[in-house]
């Protein structure tokens, strides 16, 4: 029983990254691991920038016409057979219960790994007419996905948050539209809340989504020179419509099966949030993520102890609109403090010592570059909040470098081989479509298609396969993936 | 395939509540049944409705220095039994997971019931110093409870979503103190989002929850004489704290248990919300948690419609601040759109026709009263705005005078059972605090204790138990529950 131990970090990123990730989302208490394996407490810090995220991406969706409803967090086994890819690709990760009190119930009932099965049911109920059209429902919820493989807080846990948008249209073209809105508003969230980049595109047919005809995604690069997917939109086609007979009266007197897309974004991009903008020194918060924003650390000895406590708790009183924490217990020296606080990712650190007592200036540290800087007392609300901002374009922009850095173009399978042996990135490759060629590069390489990027597509005429050298079709990033 | 048919409801709250409550619930679009016994959908405006709640208790939790967190949703067997009578009030409800993919799992994992075992499991490690306490943490997500009783949408579901709250402190006084507060919190977004009075008291030992030193909670009464717990609060002492090994190095340098409080509101309020407002025409939602608050319908002809439609926008784009929905389809009457919307609880309707394009006033209706009157198109904006509020006190007014006339105080067991056999209300006695009374007066009428209200704890002294007429040291609102 004794009080905190110093838990800074032992791995350097750039050596090892998985131990830092660890140690980094541990030691920060961003989460922390729990009683059952594989998943997760989210402590405040963590639940606070999910909720950011929740809440911002919400008041996008709305804005555009999507309504949040609440489906049941269980499945019928009947209903999540229904579609056969759809069960092939999730079955094998389902947590079934099978009891309840003490009585084994008729049908298993599966924890929903993803709510189609059990939204689609309801769908078909109220879908009627046109006039019931477009249906654009979303939830925020949880989901278990039992991953075998070895589970890694916020990138691969068992049970993850999430939003799941799930809507019906009358019709292709109307269906359709609605992927560069969501699309849109998720690289948005990314880029104004989380300050991070990503690469949008399409998924190849062999990494689609299980039951869509398309897929869509935003991929992020990790520090190891893995892949790890963020958020992305299916387009269903009318294929669980058939499934569930969600079909409509249509203005013309025709029955018609509905168009469907469903869209997500989870709390695995806290986890790349964190595995991008950390350092050796622990987590980096972007400021609107952040549940404290400016932490205030008073330097006192015992005889000026209350001036300087008092002249912190002035200055947060003048710091409004923004999230201020004053740490004024004694049981730590100022520089274990200034650890802590570097560790837990907060954007600013203020100093407040004699010198800031009797002078008409402060000093500020930021944590994304750990510069010092002095700023004036009278000035320190305005200026802080052009600080805050400064840290999040910073955070984007140093990001956004990096992942332009790590996209390699390559157009032989020696340059790509290099290339995936090396671990720095993505290879960006012309393909010819065919999956034989994309799965001879898996086996090959290890690497698997990530997305065609929307912005390089025009680049495909003219070139050939790198696998096969036929015609190309499409340039796709491949990497090896987390 | 056909357009909506006509829903209305054929019941009468005042003669066949349950079917009433049933078809108004379901016929309104408020939640549906889903694929899964028990369980719901909660469509668009329910869902609307609990986030607002959701929203607005948050709000004055952090207010109060609460921080929300999120657990996992699995707990594993070993750890739900660590607490014997917490246990045993759940267990027989518990949905329990028993396999993963295709492999039985080595222990069962329990869908959360309640989040205690599990989060003090992580509360153990993360409490060390009197410098870490208090720690309240708070999280909102759903729970499983298995009733094997005829389930009921909001009111009785097998899946409900709630907060719960999970607070730890060094002192017994700190702990205590933090009841006021919560069901203070409680008590102001009852009052002032659903529009919902109810009794503040402290449950009998034979009624607190599993685990608890004592319970404290909000009760209802439903309009077919049947009591309702509300939110609740629950003082647990250092019982889960042993058990849960949550101790902590205090300032004098002696290791103690943490005090410990548990509470919790769920979307069972949004059940008694209807079962309380709604009458023989629908559901009737308070205007801070209704999805369209304000619905226009235009009355045209072929001729004029396009006048009167662009009519409806003008002033629907005045109104800001306000949810407005314009009903402008052509496939059902006027008659037939008052009559969905009044089904469907929106406070104001707005009637467009000829007579208003031309004229400087509109028609309005408010749906607690149904009273229809006219108001001056240049104050539209601010007229609907206190007429919102003036239909939100009059709510709770009339709900408070129910709730006040629920309650009858008795002094025989004669006077009792023909008030409970009347399904009146409460019958509000004093009891002499000896559980072997409690037992009897259930067994003998049917009536359990709901709790002992605050506000009247004063008339006990010198008074007798009802019962067995020895001195009572408390005054018990006892009713049928629901």
Not at 125 to 147: A, C, G, H, T, Y
Not at 350 to 359: N, Q, R
Not at 441 to 465: H, L, R, S, W, Y
Request: proline share 4%; glycine share 6%; with cysteine.
């Amino acid at each position: 029983m004794e009080i905190k131990e110093k838990k800074m970090l032992t791995a350097r990123k750039a050596e090892d990254f998985s131990e830092w990730y660890q140690q980094a989302i541990i030691n920060s208490e961003f989460v922390d691991y729990s009683a059952v394996s594989g998943m997760i407490a989210f402590r405040p810090a963590a639940y606070f920038a999910w909720d950011a995220v929740r809440s911002a991406t919400s008041k996008l969706f709305i804005e555009s016409g999507i309504q949040d409803v609440y489906f049941p967090m269980l499945i019928p086994e009947h209903l999540l057979e229904k579609e056969q890819e759809h069960v092939e690709g999730f079955s094998p990760e389902v947590a079934w219960v099978t009891h309840t009190g003490k009585s084994k119930i008729d049908e298993r009932l599966a924890i929903r790994p993803t709510s189609e099965t059990i939204m689609y049911y309801s769908y078909s109920k109220w879908i009627r007419s046109w006039r019931d059209l477009p249906m654009r429902f979303n939830q925020w919820n949880s989901v278990i996905r039992w991953e075998f493989k070895h589970p890694v807080p916020l990138l691969r846990s068992r049970e993850f948050m999430w939003n799941e948008g799930h809507t019906a249209f009358a019709t292709k073209e109307d269906a359709e539209a609605e992927r560069d809105v969501v699309l849109g508003i998720y690289e948005k969230v990314l880029k104004d809340y989380l300050a991070l980049p990503g690469i949008k595109g399409r998924k190849t047919d062999k990494e689609k989504f299980a039951g869509a005809l398309a897929s869509f995604s935003i991929e992020h690069m990790l520090p190891n020179g893995l892949a790890i997917q963020g958020p992305d939109f299916h387009v269903d086609g009318q294929n669980f419509a058939k499934v569930f007979d969600i079909k409509f009266l249509d203005k013309d007197g025709s029955v018609k099966y509905a168009y469907q897309n469903t869209f997500a974004i989870s709390t695995r991009e806290l986890g790349v949030m964190i595995a991008v903008h950390g350092d050796d020194k622990g987590i980096v918060l972007p400021p609107k993520l952040a549940l404290v924003q400016v932490v205030i650390i008073p330097i006192f000895k015992e005889q000026n102890r209350a001036k300087i406590i008092a002249a912190a708790h002035e200055l947060s009183k003048a710091l409004s609109g923004i999230r201020v924490f004053i740490d004024e217990t004694d049981a730590y020296s100022p520089g274990w403090k200034f650890n802590e606080w570097e560790l837990k990712g907060v954007p600013v650190r203020i100093e407040i010592g004699e010198k800031e007592v009797s002078g008409d200036s402060i000093t500020v540290a930021r944590r994304d570059t750990l510069e010092k800087m002095s700023i004036k007392k009278q000035e320190a609300r305005e200026k802080l909040l052009a600080l805050l901002e400064d840290i999040h374009v910073n955070l984007y922009k140093r990001a956004l470098e990096r992942l332009s850095k790590s996209i390699h173009k390559v157009s032989t399978m020696k340059e790509f081989k290099e290339l995936i042996e090396s671990r720095s990135g993505f290879a960006q490759a012309p393909w010819c479509g065919k999956v034989e060629c994309e799965d001879k590069i898996k086996e090959e390489t290890g690497a698997k298609a990530t997305n065609m990027p929307f912005d390089v597509q025009g680049e495909a005429e003219g070139k050939k396969c790198v696998y096969c050298g036929s015609d190309a079709i499409a340039i796709v990033n491949f990497a090896k993936s987390y």
